[in-house]
C-alpha cells in the first residue's frame, strides 16, 4: 500500500518532487547521523579500549569531593 | 561535601536517558504544529541552521559543564556554575536551574498524567464512538474539572492520576539512576520509537480511493511539512520560530543535561555521547513527530482545517482533542492506536519529567548530606507545592504562566547566561579543552568559534525577541517593510515578556460577558500570586544555596590546613 501511494505520489503528486527529495534528504541525513554515532559509540573497541564503567581509583584520587 | 558515587549503569543507559530528556510532548506535538505554522518546508532549513550553530554547540557546552562539576562534586548547576568561576554570582545564577526544573515539573507532570489517563481510557475504548471534537473535549474538562469562566478546576480523580504520576516520578528518583532513571529510559525509549513507527505507518497506509473516510492523501500532509520554500527564509520570524523550537526540543537550559552528565567520570567522552543524544532526538523529531500527527489530521480533515487548529503552535488540541476522534476510523485497531499515541506522549513526557527532578534531588544529597529516599520525598513535597495550584486553578492560570515563566522564559537566560560562562569566564580555550578530553570525535574546530560568539549572540537575539515582542508580530513588520506598507504601530503582544507581564494576553474582548471579565480578573490575580511564589522559591533556593556554601568554608579551610 505504501508502494502504492508512492507510485501514485509520482503520477498525481499529492506531494511534489521538491518536498520527496528535500524529506529524503533531511531524513538520510538524521538517520546517518543518529546510526554513525551510535556505532562509534557501541563499538566493541571503543568500549574495551576505554575499559568504561569500570572503576577508576585514579580519578576519584585526583578529584576530592567537594573540591571546587 | 559527600561526593556522589552513582554511575551509569552502561552507555546505552546514558545515551537513552539522556534522549529520553530531550524527547518529550514538544517532539510529537509542538514540532510538527511549528512546522505547519511557519509555511512548512520553509521551516525545516532554519531549524537545521539553528541544530547546527545553537543546539549541538549548547548540548555540548552543557555537557561539559556538567562532566566537569561533576567531577569535583557537583550534580546541579549551582555548585556546577560555582565550580567554574570564583565569582559566588554563578552559584546564584545556577538556582535558575533548579527554579526551573520545579516549575516545569510541576505542571508538565500535571500532562504527563493527563498521557496516562488518555492512554488508559483509549486501551478500555473510551472514546470509541467519539467522532466529534467536542465529546473528547468534554472528556478532557470532566479530566481537569475545567469550567467556562470559572477559575476553580477541580476534579477528583484527574487530581487521583496526578498524584499517582508524582508518586511513580519520586518512586523512580528514589531508586537511583541505574535501578530507576536509566531502567525507565531502558524500557520507555525503545517503546516510543516502536509506538510511533507503528502509528506512522499506519497512517500513510490510510488511502482516499479505498477508504471513504479518507479524503486527501497523507502525502498531502507530508507534503506540507516538507515542501521547500526558500522565499519564507527571508522572514525573521521563521528563522526565531525555528531557533525556538530547536532550543526546546533539546532540553537545554534547564540543568537536567548537566546532572546527568556529571555522573560520568572525567576522562570520558561527551562530545560523542552529547552528539549521538541531540541526533537521537532528531531522529524521534523530524521523522517520528514529523509524520504522525499532520499527516494523520490532514487525510481526515483536510490542510486547511489542520492549519487553524494549530494556528497557537503548541499542536496540544490536535493531539489531545482531535486525533482521538480520527482512529475511531481505524476500526478495531482505534483503541491500540490511541493507547500508542498517548503511551507515547507518556513515556516521552516521564523521561523529561525525571530528568527535571534529578538536580533538585542532587542538589539536596551534594549539598546537605540528605539521603535519596528522603531526598525524593522533600522533591515531591516541593512539587505538591506547586503541582496543587496548577491542578485546582484554571489551565490559563498557574499552569500557562508556569509553562511561559518556568518553561520558556528563564530557559532562555540560563542558557545565555551558561553559554556566557563557559565561552568567556571559564574561558574558551579551558573549555575546548575540557570538552576534548576523552573525545570519541574530532570536533570541527567551527565549533570552537560558533560556541564562543554565534551561540550567545543567537541565544540574546532570541531573548530580545521574547522581551520585546510586538502584537503585529515580527512577520508582520517584515511583511510590511517586504511589501513596501507603513510599518504597523508598536503595540506590546501578549505573548511577549513585557506583554505578559502586563497581562495584555488577559484582556477581555469588547462583547464579554461580566462573568468573563470577572474570570479573566481573577486569573491575573492568580497568576500574580504564581509569579510571587516564584520569586520566593527563588530565594528559598538562593538562602539554602548560602547556607551549603557557607557550610563548605570551614571544610576547604580544614583541606588547606
Given at each position: ?68 | ?126 472514546f470509541r464512538?467519539m467522532n ?70 499506519r497512517g500513510?497506509l490510510s488511502d482516499p480511493?479505498?477508504d471513504p473516510r479518507v479524503q486527501?492523501?497523507p ?77 494523520i489530521a490532514?487525510s481526515y480533515l ?20 482531535v486525533l482521538p476522534t480520527l482512529f475511531n476510523n481505524w476500526g478495531a485497531f482505534a483503541?491500540?492506536a490511541g ?223
Open positions: 500500500m505504501i508502494g502504492f501511494n508512492l507510485l501514485l505520489a509520482f503520477q498525481d503528486p499529492p506531494m511534489k518532487t521538491s518536498a520527496w527529495i528535500f524529506m529524503l534528504t533531511v531524513w538520510a541525513i538524521v538517520l546517518i547521523m543518529t546510526v554513525l554515532c551510535f556505532w562509534k559509540l557501541m563499538s566493541k573497541e571503543h568500549l574495551m579500549e576505554k575499559g568504561l564503567f569500570e572503576d577508576d581509583p585514579e580519578n576519584e584520587s585526583d578529584n576530592p569531593p567537594g573540591s571546587a | 561535601m559527600m561526593a556522589q558515587k552513582e554511575q551509569w549503569a552502561s552507555r546505552v543507559g546514558l545515551v537513552l536517558a539522556m534522549a529520553g530528556n530531550a524527547v518529550g510532548l514538544g517532539n510529537f506535538l509542538r514540532f510538527p504544529a511549528q512546522a505547519a505554522r511557519n509555511g512548512g518546508g520553509a521551516f525545516l532549513i532554519p531549524y537545521l541552521v539553528s541544530l547546527v550553530i545553537m543546539g549541538i554547540p549548547l548540548m555540548w557546552v552543557e555537557w561539559t559543564m556538567g562532566r566537569y562539576g561533576g567531577t569535583r562534586g557537583h550534580h546541579s548547576a549551582p555548585g556546577i556554575f560555582q565550580s567554574m568561576s570564583r565569582s559566588p554570582f554563578w552559584r546564584y545564577f545556577g538556582v535558575l536551574g533548579l527554579l526551573t526544573c520545579l516549575g516545569v515539573s510541576s505542571y508538565y507532570l500535571y500532562i504527563e498524567s493527563w498521557c496516562m489517563a488518555y492512554a488508559g481510557y483509549s486501551l478500555i475504548g473510551g464512538g466529534d471534537v467536542s465529546q473528547v473535549t468534554t472528556f478532557f474538562d470532566q479530566l481537569t474539572g475545567t469550567q467556562p469562566n470559572q477559575i476553580l478546576a477541580i476534579s477528583v480523580w484527574g487530581m487521583l492520576i496526578f498524584a499517582a504520576c508524582i508518586a511513580l516520578n519520586m518512586f523512580v528518583l528514589s531508586r537511583g539512576l541505574a535501578k530507576g532513571i536509566e531502567l525507565v529510559a531502558k524500557i520507555g525509549m525503545p517503546l516510543l520509537i516502536v509506538f510511533a513507527a507503528v502509528l506512522a505507518v500513510l480511493e479505498t486527501y492523501s502525502l498531502v500532509g507530508l507534503n506540507f511539512v516538507w515542501e521547500p520554500k526558500f522565499t519564507s527564509l527571508a522572514n525573521p520570524a521563521v528563522w526565531l520560530a525555528a531557533a525556538g523550537q530547536i532550543f526546546f526540543t533539546l532540553s537545554i537550559g534547564m540543568g537536567s543535561i548537566h546532572c546527568y552528565a556529571s555522573y560520568l567520570r572525567e576522562k570520558e567522552d561527551v562530545a560523542l555521547t552529547g552528539a549521538t543524544t541531540a541526533w537521537t532526538n532528531e531522529l524521534c523529531e523530524v521523522i517520528l513527530g514529523g509524520t504522525i500527527l499532520l499527516p490532514v483536510g490542510l486547511q482545517a489542520v492549519q487553524d487548529s494549530v494556528s497557537g503552535g503548541s499542536g496540544f488540541g490536535l493531539g489531545f482533542m483503541p491500540v493507547f500508542m499515541w498517548f503511551g507515547l506522549l507518556f513515556f516521552a513526557a516521564i523521561t523529561s519529567s525525571l530528568a527535571m527532578g534529578q538536580p533538585i534531588m542532587a542538589f539536596l544529597q551534594d549539598e546537605f548530606n540528605i539521603p535519596r529516599p528522603k531526598a525524593a520525598v522533600l522533591l515531591g513535597l516541593m512539587i505538591l507545592s506547586l503541582a496543587v495550584p496548577v491542578a485546582v486553578f484554571h489551565e490559563r492560570s498557574v499552569n500557562a504562566d508556569l509553562d511561559y515563566w518556568a518553561g520558556t522564559f528563564f530557559l532562555v537566560v540560563f542558557a545565555l547566561g551558561e553559554a556566557v560562562l563557559f565561552g568567556w569566564v571559564f574561558g574558551m580555550d579551558k573549555g575546548w579543552a575540557e570538552l576534548m578530553k576523552g573525545a570519541e570525535i574530532k570536533v570541527p574546530r567551527i565549533f570552537y568559534y560558533l560556541t564562543k560568539y554565534v551561540t550567545p549572540a543567537f541565544l540574546a537575539i532570541i531573548l530580545l525577541a521574547y522581551i520585546f515582542q510586538p502584537a503585529a508580530g515580527w512577520d508582520g513588520y517584515y511583511n510590511a517593510w517586504s511589501n513596501g506598507e507603513p510599518l504597523p504601530a508598536w503595540q506590546w503582544s501578549g505573548d511577549g515578556m513585557i506583554g505578559r507581564l502586563m497581562h495584555l494576553d488577559l484582556q477581555p474582548p469588547a462583547e464579554a460577558s461580566p462573568e468573563q471579565v470577572r474570570f479573566l480578573d481573577q486569573v491575573k490575580l492568580i497568576r500574580n500570586l504564581d509569579r510571587l511564589a516564584l520569586v520566593i522559591i527563588f530565594v528559598l533556593f538562593s538562602v539554602l544555596v548560602h547556607r551549603a556554601w557557607k557550610k563548605r568554608q570551614p571544610l576547604k579551610q580544614e583541606v588547606a590546613a
